[in-house]
Structures are given as C-alpha cells and as structure tokens.
C-alpha cells in the first residue's frame, strides 16, 4: 500500500521538463553551499573566534561544494556557480538558451541559502552586533556573507585575483570530468572538486577570500542589503561589489579556454585511438 501511494505521489507530482529539474536542483545545490559554507563563517565570527577559524572556513566551503555537487550532479551537473555555466557554454557543453535558467536558479538559491543562515544564528547575531549591523571596522558582520577586500589590495589587483582564482577552479574541474584524461572514479568528482575549493582557500584567500563565484557573493550581498546592512555593502571597499561578480565570469572563460587548447584540443579521436590500440597490442604479440 505504501509503495502504491509514492507510485501514484510520482505520476502525480514528478516534473516532466528537464530544465525545471535542473533549476531546482541548481537552486538547491547553491543552497547547501551557502549554508554550509557561509554558516562557518557565521560560526567563527559570531563566537569571537572561539569555535572557528580560517580553517574551519575552508573546510566549511570545502564540504559545502562537495555536499552541492552530490545533491545536485546526476541532474544538473551542479554547477552552482555562474562562472562554471559560462565555461561550460563556451566549451559547447550547455545549451546557451539553458544559461539564465541556471545562473537565475543558483543567485535565488545562494539568496535562499543566506536567509537560512540568518535564521539560524539571529539570536546570536544580535547579541554579537546589539542590533547595530555594521560593514566595516571590528565589530563587521556583513563579512559573513559576501567578500571585502584586504586593505593591501586594489581594485586591479582585486580582479586579477578574482579572474586566476577561477580560473584555476574552472581548470581543474575540466580535468577531473574529462572522460578521455585521468579523470576520477565514478562517484568521487564531488570530493575531488570539493578539495580544489580547499587547494584555493589556502592559497588564494588572503586578498579578499577567494568568492571566485557570482552567485555566492552577490546573491548574499543582495541579502544583507535588504536585511538590516544597507547599500553600503555595494559602496565599501571602494565599490567592491562588482570584482567577484565580473573577476570570475572573466576566469571561467580563460580556465576553458586554457584546458581546452593545452589539453582537450589534442585527445585522440576515438577511432584513431582504436588504431593506436590495435598497433600497440599488434607489437606486443610480435614483441612476445
């Protein structure tokens, strides 16, 4: 009986159009990112420190990717990140007419996912903050939720950043689905790719935190602008809203580009890789 009602539940409710799985699943796979992710910010922040710190930080992002990628994969590819739909565009491997639908999918869910975490850690927010919510200075809580850049660097410098971060992302997830490399073992792409983010994190984050996603930082940055933040989240730092958004889409076509003409352009095709396989095999009978 049991079984016969989810049978019916899923003639009844299942979707049927591709792209609307696809946008809820990019919407949820940004979600456990932010979540997660932005949650250990949270942690770290509104406890002084005391239960956090930049490792947990990365270490929350890290999991956060990984957790999206597994919730999100066999159905969208879980991109979660407009900069990885751009590059996939380019490299032929998306529709472009399904572009909009997954950058508008993973911007409401990074919005979505930056409600939660507000939800979840208000009570301590408030006593952290008294109910003054500030951008800048020591006792900042916007950081929380969308990058600022270190005193030390520029605006240049800040998009240079943006643009190599993202690239070295975009790159390395080539290498990892790329069927005809090494690749990885079935199953294991959403830790692979999860330990890039790590890679990053502790290379790339002293500049401005390594956002290296559109979705992930301006999604949140809207977030504290109608939450209690203001327009100043879009003014500090020197206007710095718009690096995370443009650096990366900028780094995602430069990282295909750069796989795809060092590497994928020069795989064997298929049926000159069957002749090589047949001549190797040729020579090592004569061989033996």
């Known amino acids: 009986m049991e079984f016969e009602g989810k049978r019916k539940m899923k003639e009844q409710c299942a979707l049927r159009k591709d792209i609307i799985k696809e946008f809820l ?31 947990t930080i990365h270490i929350g992002f890290t999991l956060g990717v990984m957790m999206a990628v597994y919730v999100a994969g066999g159905v969208s590819g879980a991109h979660v990140n407009p900069a990885v739909s751009l590059a996939m565009v380019v490299l032929g491997k998306l529709p472009i007419k399904k572009f909009p639908v997954y950058v508008a999918a993973q911007f409401l869910g990074a919005f979505a996912g930056s409600c939660a975490v507000y939800g979840l850690y208000y009570d301590a927010l408030m006593e952290h903050t008294g109910g003054v919510m500030q951008v800048t200075g020591v006792n900042a809580t916007a950081n929380i939720w969308a990058s600022y850049p270190a005193k030390h660097i520029s605006v240049l410098g800040g998009f240079v950043d943006q643009v ?21 073992p079935k199953g294991m792409e959403p830790l692979c790719i999860g330990l890039i983010i790590m890679a990053i994190g502790v290379s790339m984050g002293l500049n401005c935190g ?7 930082d301006l999604g949140p940055r809207l977030f504290t602008a109608v939450a209690g933040w203001g327009m100043e989240v879009f003014s500090a730092g020197g206007c710095w809203w718009w690096i995370p ?25 298929p049926e000159k890789q069957g002749e090589n396989n047949v001549k190797e095999k040729y020579e090592m009978v004569t061989l033996s």
Not at 25 to 32: C, D, K, M, P, S
Not at 39 to 55: F, I, N
Not at 252 to 266: D, K, Q, S, T
């Open 210 to 216: 390594y956002p290296i996603n559109p979705a992930r």
């Open 245 to 269: 958004v443009a650096g990366p889409m900028v780094g995602g076509v430069v990282g295909a580009a750069i796989y795809y003409l060092f590497i994928e352009l020069h795989h064997a095709e």
């Open 25 to 55: 699943a990019e919407f949820l796979g940004i979600f456990v990112l932010i979540l997660f992710g932005c949650g250990s910010v949270a942690q770290t922040v509104l406890s002084k420190g005391a239960l956090g710190e930049p490792l």
């Open 164 to 184: 190599i971060g993202t690239a070295a992302l975009i790159l390395c997830i080539l290498a990892i689905i790329d069927g005809k490399n090494i690749g990885a």
